[in-house]
């Protein structure tokens, strides 16, 4: 099988239902040379999680759950923006091997497959950034993509950090991903990029490990 790269849309694209067709359109025409598997962000559905814990008051582990559900709805939202018939949910991990192999792009909802194995901490520390990389794992993928509303990694200077290891980053002040997803680099050994959501032409870059606008941490 070719390359594979798992890719988590941020939630933040949800205002920008035209990036999500461009960057849709981008992976369709790279799936010719890598496979790619789509990890949704939690978006606006996980926010509401957040202020209904802070109303209700109930515990970590149920606003855990609850968020993890609330990424399926926005992977909802983005597959009805599949313009071409490439994008298919799936729910496990046999069911995306399968759809990879139809060369399918799986928007793969994550509940059942964390639910099952409960391997990670059941609090706000663990995000969408942290579940793509546990699935990044899981399915053996060569590296992790995160669009995120911004360019990546800055350092003190305010200027864009191209490369950098995961122990100089966590030397760094950064809140770029969550808590959690360091640890879990550095245990998977799989790089990660993290590129500007609103500039999807920086993933042909990414894919041809061309120098670019973008963040490569390398574990």
Not at 79 to 88: C, G, K, P, R, T
Not at 134 to 151: C, H, Q
């Amino acid at each position: 099988m070719n390359r594979l790269i798992v890719l988590k849309l941020s939630g933040h694209l949800i205002k920008h239902r035209e990036v999500i067709r461009e960057t849709l359109r981008e992976l369709r025409s790279l799936s010719r040379v890598v496979k790619f598997v789509l990890i949704p962000g939690g978006s606006v559905f996980a926010d509401f999680v957040r202020e209904l814990q802070r109303s209700m008051s109930f515990s970590d582990e149920l606003a855990h759950w609850l968020a993890i559900k609330a990424m399926e709805m926005y992977g909802v939202y983005i597959m009805n923006l599949d313009e071409s018939n490439i994008l298919v949910d799936t729910y496990d991990l046999a069911e995306t091997r399968e759809a990879i192999s139809r060369g399918k792009i799986p928007v793969l909802m994550p509940y059942r497959i964390i639910k099952a194995l409960n391997e990670l901490p059941h609090s706000w520390s663990v995000t969408s950034d942290s579940i793509a990389i546990y699935i990044a794992r899981l399915l053996e993928a060569s590296i992790v993509v995160l669009a995120k509303p911004v360019d990546g990694i800055l350092d003190e200077r305010g200027n864009l950090i191209r490369r950098i290891t995961i122990t100089d980053l966590m030397r760094l002040d950064t809140n770029i991903i969550d808590s959690h997803s360091t640890q879990l680099i550095c245990r998977a050994k799989i790089p990660l990029v993290i590129y500007n959501m609103l500039k999807p032409y920086l993933l042909k870059l990414i894919v041809s490990k061309e120098i670019g606008d973008y963040t490569l941490i390398l574990p």
